[in-house]
Structures are given as C-alpha cells and as structure tokens.
C-alpha cells in the first residue's frame, strides 16, 4: 500500500516517461508545419528544416573532450555515465558510489514508489573482490553513512565482476 504521497509522485513519473516518449521528428514537425507565419525570417521554412536536420546529423571528428566538458563531472571520467531519468535521491545516491567504488555496473532505483524512503541498489565493483557478501554490503552502508539513517529501508545487491 502507497501512501498519497507516492502515489502522486508515481503518477507525475508515469506522466513525465510518456511526455518524452513523443518522437524528436514528430515535434520537430509539428513546430515548422504549425508555426506561424507572422514571423519574420530571413531563411524560408523548409531552408530551416533542412538545416535542423543537416545539424542533427553532425558528428565529432576528434578524439578528446574539451576541458569544459571533462571537467564537469567526476563519473564522466570513471567511464560510468548518471543516467538523465535519476530523481534527485537516486542522483545524490549514484554520486556517492560512483566516487567511493568505481563501478562497472551501478543501478540506484527509488522502490519506495516516490516518495524516497526505500531505494534498490545494484553495484558490482572491483573493490569487492574477495570479500564475502557481508563485507561488500558493509563497505556500501559506511560509503552512504548517515544518509541510510533518514531510509525506511534498502535493498542491495553487490558483487565483484
């Protein structure tokens, strides 16, 4: 049983997943054939669909990052991507594990149903070998600290690759 509070959150997730759904195409679209034409633009409309589209298409023909963009977060430079669709609990979460551990696969989900009280944790790290289960799981409570102290509960899963 949920309570209210979660039951919201769920709602505006569900919400939000089938917003983004909609194709990049069909919003695209929808916006140079809806437009209005009271705008004045130099480059005809079709002339700017077929420049949005040409951009879309650009790739990056070298092989390192700028400084600004590499220096934004540390995980980037780990090699484990945070994935966009993290709350801001799952986010605080997968930014912690990422520095402590190092992972090769981390999922951090919220199963409380929104409301931040219970979240899945899924992490397999090299700094687990040889340990036993236990200790893996200790190593991943004193990582989080104080901030498992405010759950109602968690639920992990560790091991080495």
């Given at each position: 049983m949920l309570c209210r509070t979660c039951l919201r959150a769920r709602l505006a997730q569900r919400l939000s997943q089938t917003a983004s759904a909609v194709p990049k195409r069909a919003l695209l679209a929808a916006t140079t054939q809806y437009a209005p034409s009271t705008t004045s633009s130099a480059i005809p409309a079709h002339s700017q669909?077929?420049?949005?589209?040409?951009?879309?298409?650009?790739?990056?023909?070298?092989s390192s990052e700028?400084?600004?963009?590499?220096?934004?977060?540390?995980?980037?430079?780990?090699?484990?991507?945070?994935?966009?669709?993290?709350t801001e609990g799952e986010a605080q979460v997968w930014d912690i594990l990422v520095t402590e551990f190092a992972p090769t696969q981390l999922l951090v989900q919220d199963i409380s149903g929104g409301c931040g009280s219970m979240y899945g944790i899924d992490i397999s790290s090299e700094k687990f070998k040889g340990l036993n289960m236990l200790k893996q799981q200790r190593l991943v409570n004193a990582a989080l600290g104080d901030l498992v102290k405010e759950w109602h509960g968690i639920q992990l899963k560790t091991r080495a690759p």
């Open positions: 669909h077929q420049f949005l589209r040409i951009t879309a298409q650009a790739q990056r023909f070298y700028s400084s600004a963009s590499a220096s934004q977060t540390p995980e980037a430079s780990l090699g484990l991507p945070r994935p966009a669709n993290l």
